[in-house]
């Protein structure tokens, strides 16, 4: 079974730069047919998806919201998903999840299998 644990999260001022990364563990296999996103929810919102990456070809997907700013890439090596995030605003601030789709492309929270424990950004003004 995979596991993740994300990493990275912090305190930002507006117009600064984060990077989060996210680690699977080796017990359990990432297949070149998954798809690896990351998720942020901030306080009385839903979760939402800001990025993802399929595994096999490395092609990204970004939510219109941080397109041109945040980027997302993949290890494969060592089984890492990062996530750097440029020009950052306070509508950034939340708490950012790691997740696993066994299934493919997909922004939709509910779909995804294994989640990481979460890592909070705070971007301030």
């Known amino acids: 079974q995979v596991q993740l644990v994300e990493s990275g999260g912090g305190l930002a001022q507006v117009g600064g730069s984060l990077r989060l990364s996210c680690a699977a563990s080796?017990?359990?296999?990432?297949?070149?047919?998954?798809?690896m996103g990351w998720f942020r929810q901030a306080p009385g919102k839903e979760r939402e998806f800001v990025a993802g990456?399929?595994?096999?070809?490395?092609?990204?997907y970004y939510a219109d919201s941080v397109k041109d700013r945040f980027t997302i890439s993949r290890y494969t090596g060592d089984n890492t998903v990062d996530l750097q995030m440029t020009s950052l605003k306070p509508e950034d601030t939340g708490v950012y999840y790691c997740?696993?789709?066994?299934?493919?492309?997909?922004?939709?929270?509910?779909?995804?299998?294994?989640w990481g424990q979460g890592t909070q950004v705070t971007v301030s003004s």
């Open positions: 990456i399929r595994w096999g070809t490395g092609k990204p």
């Open positions: 997740a696993l789709n066994r299934g493919g492309y997909e922004t939709t929270a509910r779909t995804y299998d294994v």
């Open positions: 080796v017990s359990g296999r990432i297949y070149s047919s998954h798809f």
